[in-house]
């Protein structure tokens, strides 16, 4: 999805460049290329968490021993999870009262641009929770061993 909303975006600027060369004004393909950039940002910085890909800084914890090192990496979680919880909760809200404000060339909701984020917060929730399910079992198999 995130590879689709790319390349749509990069064909709506694309056209929008071409066809205003030409002289010929399309707003609306701005208005939406926003909005795909909003949707490919956010669920695509989903994917990148879920699969490891974001930058970490372990300066601090690479000298702790392992048992430290998840400590610390399942109380990062938590404060995640919670932040992802404030912007599902006020992002809800958001959306919400955005739901009146739509673009000035297209008739679509401003909201769908809000909801983004509430739903790949939703999905980083998700994606927090199994890899603390993920940490705590190999708490559990190491302290087994």
């Given amino acids: 999805m995130c590879g689709i909303g790319f390349v749509g975006?990069?064909?709506?600027?694309f056209m929008s460049a071409i066809l205003r060369f030409f002289r010929?004004?399309?707003?609306?393909?701005?208005?939406?290329?926003?909005?795909l950039l909003a949707?490919?940002?956010?669920?695509?910085?989903?994917v990148a968490y879920r699969s490891g890909q974001l930058v970490g800084i372990d300066l601090f914890t690479r000298?702790?021993?392992?048992?430290?090192?998840?400590?610390?990496?399942?109380?990062?979680?938590?404060?995640i999870f919670v932040a992802l919880a404030f912007i599902v909760v006020f992002g809800a809200k958001l959306a919400k009262d955005e739901w009146i404000r739509?673009?000035?060339?297209?008739?679509?909701?401003?909201?769908?641009?809000?909801?983004?984020i509430v739903l790949a917060s939703l999905s980083m929730i998700f994606s927090t929770a199994l890899k603390v399910r993920?940490?705590?079992?190999?708490?559990?198999?190491?302290?087994?061993?």
């Fill in 24 to 35: 010929v004004s399309m707003s609306w393909n701005i208005d939406m290329a926003m909005l």
């Fill in 9 to 13: 975006l990069i064909a709506l600027v």
């Fill in 134 to 145: 993920r940490r705590i079992r190999e708490l559990g198999k190491k302290k087994k061993e």
């Fill in 63 to 79: 000298g702790l021993p392992k048992r430290v090192q998840a400590v610390v990496e399942l109380f990062l979680f938590a404060i």
């Fill in 102 to 116: 739509s673009y000035q060339s297209m008739p679509v909701p401003y909201s769908v641009v809000t909801v983004s």
């Fill in 39 to 46: 949707w490919t940002a956010f669920l695509g910085a989903d």
